[in-house]
């Protein structure tokens, strides 16, 4: 009885996770100008909406719309002459068809056996999982790896990352490629990056250069109380864990001390809310903290993100750094070297500054980055699926995660063999 009891219990507790997406919509918006972006920007407080990529006039915008706010949207958004169409009817829907896909791409054995490190890269790991890898990783790989506690999380969490290197980060000659994943805890599918990344320097390791010749900082979970919290409670979680009597989190990603608060907002319930001052979240400190002890030598800096396919970098505020040029001509070598090995079906990259190409943003990481003097500063946005498939936004299909890691790696090989050879020849001179 006890057994039937637990059981029941759990599968409510499984369902009970996505009942606040029960008859939530996704809609793409198409905005002429910026009156009408405007319009849809206003309604998101006042309606609950998470805009999941905001329409400007050269590109639609997806928004999700809680099941209450439809009709008020839609009569609001007509009203404006704002033009919309549904993609997800019953988000809810969808996100059991995610867990689903997920569930069964987990109880697939498609991996070495015989190798703990080896991680089977077709899946979507849990944060204990991640650690229990590292972990798994530095003891099989002691002469190479080191585990890092970067400091605690809002709810006291470890910040863990993987110092990667054949000099133990001794040998100041070489230069330093720091990458994170999952600063945004919503975007699963930038987990492979990291994962893929890992695999490649360690566990499956063919192209020796980039091990001896570069040292790695690589952290897959940035934001751990988000990520297991978008696990647990509500898969659309975006912020850290920030206690707020209204509303919950602090958006890392506007929170870094670089044009603080210009582009963002100041309501604690806004999916973009900067905090109370720069770094006042940990988790950004976590990663502040990084970029300052390794200053000198990080050459090329990835936050990878999702969903899209770009290749932005700053500033977030429209005005481009001294090297602004450099910094756009290596973000398109990253985005050709990810074309080559995409799928067919996705879009191109496009690459291009983060104002200019999607919408303006400040306190984010790859500006602050900038800002510290890392010459090659990128936010990267990953597809979440592959184009043929059924589900959007942020679900991931695990038939493309595999995929996603190892195209992402095509272009941070690309930008760390580009940043290897600028960091000799500037040594030389
Ligand atoms: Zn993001």
């Not at 805009?51 to 009709?71: A, C, D, F, T, Y």
């Not at 059991?96 to 056996?113: N, P």
């Not at 040029?325 to 090995?341: K, Y």
Request: glycine share 6%; net charge negative; proline share 5%.
């Amino acid at each position: 009885m006890f057994r039937v009891f637990t059981a029941f219990l759990f599968i409510s507790v499984v369902y009970a996770k996505h009942e606040i997406y029960d008859g939530a919509s996704v809609y793409e918006v198409q905005v002429e100008n910026e009156a009408q972006s405007k319009v849809v920007s206003t309604l998101e407080e006042q309606l609950g909406l998470d805009i999941w990529s905001r329409p400007g006039p050269s590109r639609s915008g997806m928004v999700l719309v809680p099941k209450n706010s439809k009709e008020e949207f839609a009569y609001k958004l007509r009203l404006a002459g704002i033009k919309f169409q549904t993609t997800v009817d019953n988000v809810k829907e969808q996100l059991e068809i995610e867990d689903r896909l997920l569930a069964a791409a987990s109880d697939k054995i498609s991996y070495d056996r015989s190798n703990k490190a080896a991680l089977p890269l077709n899946r979507v790991y849990r944060w204990q999982e991640v650690e229990n890898h590292m972990v798994q990783l530095a003891q099989t790989y002691p002469d190479k790896v080191t585990l890092v506690n970067g400091g605690p999380t809002y709810e006291g969490r470890p910040v863990n990352y993987l110092r990667v290197s054949t000099t133990n980060f001794q040998d100041l000659s070489k230069p330093v490629v720091f990458i994170m994943s999952l600063l945004h805890s919503r975007e699963w599918i930038t987990q492979a990056a990291t994962l893929y990344a890992l695999d490649q320097l360690l566990v499956n390791n063919t192209e020796s250069d980039l091990i001896n010749d570069i040292d790695w900082i690589i952290m897959p979970t940035a934001n751990p109380d988000g990520y297991i919290f978008s696990h647990d409670s509500d898969r659309f979680w975006r912020k850290n864990r920030k206690y707020g009597r209204r509303c919950m989190g602090v958006d890392l990603n506007r929170n870094y001390d670089i044009n603080w608060g210009t582009e963002s907002s100041d309501s604690p319930c806004y999916e973009d809310y900067h905090g109370t001052e720069p770094f006042s979240e940990p988790e950004s400190v976590v990663t502040k903290k990084i970029l300052e002890e390794h200053q000198d030598r990080i050459q090329l800096f990835l936050d990878i993100h999702s969903y899209g396919s770009y290749v932005l970098y700053g500033y977030g505020n429209g005005e481009l750094p001294p090297n602004g040029e450099a910094l756009s001509s290596v973000g398109v070598l990253i985005g050709d070297a990810i074309d080559a090995a995409k799928l067919t079906n996705n879009p191109n990259y496009t690459v291009g500054n983060l104002a200019q190409t999607l919408y303006p943003a400040s306190g984010g990481s790859q500006d602050y980055a900038l800002s510290v003097g890392v010459p090659y500063s990128y936010c990267l946005e990953l597809p979440a699926f592959r184009g043929s498939s059924s589900i959007t936004g942020f679900l991931v299909d695990p038939e493309f995660i595999e995929q996603a890691g190892y195209e992402t790696w095509e272009g941070i090989k690309a930008g760390a063999r580009y940043a290897l050879n600028n960091y000799r020849m500037r040594k030389e001179i």
